[in-house]
């Protein structure tokens, strides 16, 4: 049987819901020494409910619920280890701070965060297992390129997601026996089959059950591939794009593989109009809400920033914006003063690397916790950028990667903003090679923007704010 991603999610979900309430149980026979009467399990039923609510909300942010980490059992353990603390804490202070609840149950809690630990562990590592080793939707694919490549890979290694790539048809300068040796997945031994473009696809189909056919949209839409995939829908076969699958499974656009017409087909702004009008609200209230009280922080930073360094705590540098208008960001300063502007460059614009030396001692802490970005709030309230999207980049840069990746303009669609899709899925860097990589995810976010999405991405960015993963 195979399960869709949306229905693993919920499986998972779900099992955890039950955990807790089995952890709650567990830990109330611990502490009295027999089953809990009504009373006791009412006292306690209605306020860990809603702390439960909230763990869920923490677990989503530090990646709990992200199906590709599920076969790491090192990285499930960091991540529940890390996230039950956070959760533990949290809920001493809900017990703490509402007194609807009227139980303070320190020991309790932490007794039961402990079970609950150890159950979430063994729940997601039998999850894995059986998610691993059910059916699979098998995959022919169409066409041969590094995309293709990568994303077979990812998929072998990933067998939670629930696709088996089978067999690649390839054009005749990519072609390989069906004999030759090709790669083998490690985990379960089984080779991907390469054949020409021109071999039967109907055979193919009834030999290796494959259920679903990924190619390029141009073969798709081509009179003869048209024709070959028409014959083969009454056996049942979904076809599909390659672009919109690989956007499914990665979370990211493959920019060397879509043309003009894509964007034309998928980036229709004005229907986008309502969602920006009440991101633009929820922006200017989210930026006084948070703008005000931190105004009271900004000395401290100073100081800090003055005592470890000379020149100006604060700096303004050129960046793109919306539409490709250049507007000046406001941040504290986190690297040594080079030129008269306070910015730690002599000779122009330089790629900012993670262990750069010019960051200092007080830099590295402000960049980690993102505290350097507070003062971007003056300009989400000046309209220049938003709370979630693109980051924006420095204009001398824009004018090299225009030049050299595809579509690179087509990220100036939106506002950019302090936190986005790219950011909380890459590691920092900054070179071309990251850039590459970055729009991906870019034009995937501009696509699919929604307040969905938008909550995701700023749930994420809060946990790697605590966890200090900046830059």
Known sequence: MFFSRKTQLIILLLGDLVLFYIGLLATLTIRYLSLPGAAAWDDHKWPFFYVHLVWIIVFYSAGLY?????????????????TITVSFLIAISMFYLIPFFRITPKTNLFIDAALVAILLFGWRRIFWILTSKANKIKILFFGFSKEIEELVS?????LQI????????????????????????????????????????????????IQLIVASKSMIQDKEGAKRFYEVLPLGISIMDFPSFYEIIMGKIPVSLINESWFLE????????????????????????LGIPTLMIYPLISGAIKAGSKGPALIRQERTGKN????????????????????AEKNGAVWSKKEDNRITAVGKFIRKTRIDELPQLWNVLKGEMSFIGPRPERPEFVKELE??????SMRHIVRPGLSGWAQINLPYGASFEYTMEKIQYDLFYIKNRSFTLEIAIALKTIAAMIRREGR
Do not use: C, W
């Open 66 to 82: 992200d199906l590709k980490s599920l076969a790491s059992a090192k990285i499930i353990f960091r991540k529940i280890i890390h």
């Open 154 to 158: 990812y998929l072998k290694i990933h």
């Open 162 to 209: 629930g696709y088996e790539p089978k067999i690649i048809l390839t054009p005749p300068e990519k072609e390989l026996n069906e004999s030759q040796p090709t790669k083998q997945d490690p985990k379960n031994g089984e080779k991907l089959i390469r054949l020409p473009l021109n071999h039967n696809l109907i055979s193919l189909i009834k030999k290796y059950d």
């Open 266 to 289: 998928n980036l229709m702004e004005i229907n986008k109009k309502t969602f920006e009008f009440f991101k633009r609200i929820s922006d200017i209230i989210a930026a006084v809400a």
């Open 324 to 343: 490709g208008k250049i507007f000046k960001i406001i941040k504290f300063r986190s690297m040594i003063t080079l030129s008269s502007d306070g910015l």
């Open 403 to 408: 030049n050299k990746i595809p579509h690179y």
